[in-house]
């Protein structure tokens, strides 16, 4: 059963040398109050898994300027100069994948598949040391499922069994994120009772989620 519990009850679960996945694009959809807290705890050598690296005072930013990543696993790093600096000064080890294929490696890990076929990165760096199967007279990259030890993410509503809706835009990488790691904690705006969610509105299933915390912006 989801517990619904406070900020300084889970971020404990976080520990030094987690890998830890934060759902969002571009700080849409990012558990804000949860990576302020995860600063304040100070934990340190996490492996980051998100879309981009967010801005240096919002989203995973303010984890990077904090320095308590050893590793960024994300699409684009452009919008945090901080990330760039740490990573050409040999601080930050930053693993630069295409956006979709971001998004496929997460899914494959949370449905437990073997990877995903792509054509993308084809003939790039992205395809070092990677290998190149031919399908039907074509070639893929074989990139391999990704999982973390935890998930952060964000939603506009949860119910009290854990069912979240993702609202526009901030239903991005939270759903899949919440598939592919063995923690799962939710940051909402409002909680309801369960069976107030239409079923059809639910972007993550409460099977998935463990702890929700309130961020204090709802009900």
Do not use: W
């Not at 879309?51 to 452009?78: C, E, Y």
């Not at 939603?155 to 899949?176: E, H, Q, T, W, Y």
């Amino acid at each position: 059963m989801v517990k619904i519990v406070k900020t300084e009850d889970v971020i404990p679960l976080i520990t030094d040398g987690m890998a830890v996945a934060i759902g969002g694009f571009l700080a849409v959809g990012t558990p804000e109050l949860l990576v302020d807290q995860l600063v304040d705890s100070q934990v340190t050598g996490l492996t980051v898994i998100g879309n981009d690296t967010g801005f240096p005072d919002k989203g995973i930013g303010k984890l990077i300027v904090s320095r308590q990543v050893k590793k960024a696993i994300a699409s684009h790093i452009g919008t945090n100069p901080e990330t760039g600096k740490q990573m050409n000064a040999g601080e930050l080890t930053v693993e630069l994948v295409p956006q979709g294929t971001l998004a496929e490696r997460l899914r494959c890990g949370g449905a437990g598949l073997g990877g995903v076929l792509t054509p993308t990165g084809l003939g790039t760096v992205v395809a070092e040391g990677k290998e190149v199967l031919t399908v039907a007279g074509q070639e893929y990259l074989l990139e391999t499922p990704l999982r973390a030890d935890a998930a952060l993410i964000k939603a506009a509503v949860a119910d009290k069994s854990g069912n979240l809706v993702c609202r526009r835009a901030a239903a991005n990488f939270n759903p899949v994120m919440a598939m592919a790691a063995d923690l799962v904690i939710a940051e909402v705006d409002k909680i309801v009772e369960t069976g107030e969610i239409e079923p059809d509105h639910v972007t993550v299933p409460g099977i998935l989620v463990d702890y929700i915390v309130l961020s204090g912006k709802g009900a």
